[in-house]
């Protein structure tokens, strides 16, 4: 069964610090994927980034970077100088062989001014 | 181009009545998903449709859930009886295909209340 944790259930930062949300995700398959999400007030979930299970290659767009490492499990997102836009619910998921996304609880994201 | 559009945004309903959603998804794709999300947890599938075949629906608690996807675009989700418990957002989803490397787009939602 896959399963996907995110331990940080609220980080809160003042505008232009770093930060860092962790995602550590269980699978017993080879080929996955997996994806960060964005949901903002407004409810909808927006999409950040996926990833495949074979490539371990770090990526930076703008002020968001994922280090994805499979010897830890582990698909963790950093926020650079962030700002207050940035405030929101962000979800880490996997998905794996004929399952469907599965979705972490989330980590709620406050930056303050 | 427009995103995924669910409607009602809201419902209030008392328990026992029946609730329906609609879902309109992004022209093109294929595969739609309702989710439920539960406050302070993430999205879990119901169900997941490729055009009109339910394709995964194993989350599904068919006593009271119902959904239908007639002409492969549009889809509704009912609840008959609702019950305390469904209080809950409900997410649709839609991609172009239904592979593991497809990211898929939400609509903003039906946040649902039962009093």
């Known amino acids: 069964a896959q399963k996907v944790t995110q331990a940080q259930t609220e980080i809160s930062v003042v505008e232009k610090e770093d930060v860092t949300l962790d995602c550590v995700y269980e699978?017993?398959?080879?080929?996955?994927?997996l994806f960060w999400y964005k949901q903002p007030p407004s409810g909808e979930l927006v999409f950040l980034i996926r990833r495949n299970s074979f490539d371990e290659q770090n990526e930076i767009s703008g002020r968001y970077s994922w280090n994805f490492q499979k010897s830890t499990s582990s698909f963790n997102f950093t926020i650079t100088a962030s700002q207050v836009v940035d405030s929101a619910v962000y979800f880490c998921?996997?998905?794996?062989?004929?399952?469907?996304?599965?979705f972490g609880a989330g980590t709620r994201l406050t930056v303050k001014p | 181009e427009a995103g995924v559009v669910q409607s009602p945004r809201y419902k209030i309903i008392e328990k026992k009545q029946p609730v329906a959603f609609w879902c309109n998804p992004i022209s093109g794709h294929n595969t739609l998903y309702w989710y439920r999300q539960n406050l302070g947890q993430g999205p879990e599938l119901l169900i997941r449709?490729?055009?009109?075949?339910?394709?995964?629906d194993s989350q599904l608690p068919k006593d009271r859930f119902s959904a239908e996807r007639l002409k492969g675009v549009d889809s509704t989700l009912k609840i008959q009886p609702a019950e305390l418990g469904d209080s809950a957002v409900y997410l649709c989803?839609?991609?172009?295909?239904?592979?593991?490397?497809?990211?898929?787009?939400f609509g903003q939602g039906t946040r649902l209340t039962v009093v």
């Open positions: 998921a996997l998905s794996e062989g004929a399952n469907d996304m599965r």
């Open positions: 449709y490729e055009n009109e075949e339910a394709v995964d």
């Open positions: 989803a839609s991609s172009q295909q239904g592979n593991l490397n497809t990211e898929a787009f």
């Open positions: 699978t017993r398959d080879t080929t996955y994927y």
